[in-house]
């Protein structure tokens, strides 16, 4: 056999070799190099995705002419909330999806003594495309799971203060008529609940049945929405059988991806927050918007403050 025809099985073996554990790594991440291996697989099918997808843009659609005007805003955080609960009831004291409601008095009062502003998310979307400009205390309150809570409790505290906010709900959650509400017991809001708190509220998509891991990635449990396969019949049932037609939506756990990204776009979703913490601003891109945690301990003030200075 002629040398250069040794080398050349050679290296085909080699390369054989390699990609047969190249394969097993992405499909077995038990370890550090081969959740790497797993991830990377990740990036180069994105990048093929992306190439056979030439109609996907992920660069926003900012008004060319816009330009921040003195004295309007130049960020606007949006807060997150999750659970609202007496702090008598609370058997969690660390669990950060749950907010005393003291603590969420203390918070609105705030705001309102501090001349912050509440918007809406279609003004919030017009802001990011640059189409508008925002006072310079502009906020945008928002609850994630839509918890029965919300309504009993945080409802009559918004109201008093004349504030909008924007539940992500899940679809499948949604009670058909109202229950029993007791504050020490996890429940959800009732179609009737929401119809009732509309004047405060905004209903919007947390995906109907999405909203719980279970899909296998790098070895890892991630939500079920990342399996694009499910969005589509996810999204009809959301406005279907929850009544919940939005161009809006809160992503599971903050988890997403460009496929998702790509299935919500193709699905009339114009805008998306994730759970990154940041402030939004024109020009972002409205599929990955940021969120401000907020906690019974978190100080507002200082979670307020400019990024630039808080740097």
């Given amino acids: 056999m002629k040398p250069i025809k040794k080398i050349m099985l050679a290296l085909l073996a080699a390369l054989t070799c390699f990609v047969t554990l190249y394969v097993y790594a992405v499909n077995h991440p038990t370890n550090a190099l081969s959740h790497k291996a797993c991830t990377s697989w990740d990036m180069v099918k994105r990048k093929a995705f992306l190439i056979s997808h030439p109609d996907y843009s992920n660069v926003p659609k900012l008004d060319p002419s816009f330009k921040v005007q003195p004295g309007t805003a130049t960020e606007v955080p949006v807060l997150m909330y999750h659970y609202i609960e007496p702090k008598a009831d609370n058997r969690e004291p660390g669990n950060k999806s749950i907010i005393t409601l003291e603590a969420f008095e203390q918070n609105m009062k705030f705001l309102h003594d501090e001349g912050y502003q509440t918007v809406t998310l279609e003004q919030l979307e017009q802001y990011v495309k640059g189409q508008i400009s925002l006072p310079q205390k502009s906020i945008v309150i928002t609850f994630d799971d839509g918890y029965q809570n919300n309504y009993t409790l945080g409802y009559p505290i918004l109201k008093k203060y004349n504030f909008h906010a924007s ?16 504050p020490a017991k996890k429940s959800f809001i ?13 209903f919007n998509s947390h995906t109907y049945n999405l909203h719980h891991k279970g899909f ?3 070895g890892e449990s991630v939500p079920v929405g990342l399996d694009t396969t499910l969005l589509n019949g996810d999204i009809e049932q959301m406005k279907e059988i929850a009544g919940i037609d939005t161009p809006y939506l809160a992503y599971p756990f903050g988890y997403t991806s460009t496929q998702m990204i790509y299935k919500l776009q193709q699905n009339g979703y114009r805008m998306a927050f994730s759970v990154r913490p940041g402030f939004v601003r024109p020009g972002d891109n ?11 301990d978190t100080e507002l003030s200082a979670l307020l403050q400019p990024e630039q200075k808080r740097d």
């Fill in 167 to 182: 539940q992500f709900v899940i679809g499948s959650k949604i009670e058909e008529r109202p229950v029993h509400f007791d």
């Fill in 190 to 202: 009732s179609k009737q609940e929401m119809q009732a708190a509309s004047d405060v509220f905004e």
């Fill in 286 to 296: 409205p599929m990955k918007l940021p969120r401000l945690t907020v906690t019974t």
């Fill in 216 to 218: 296998m990635r790098c």
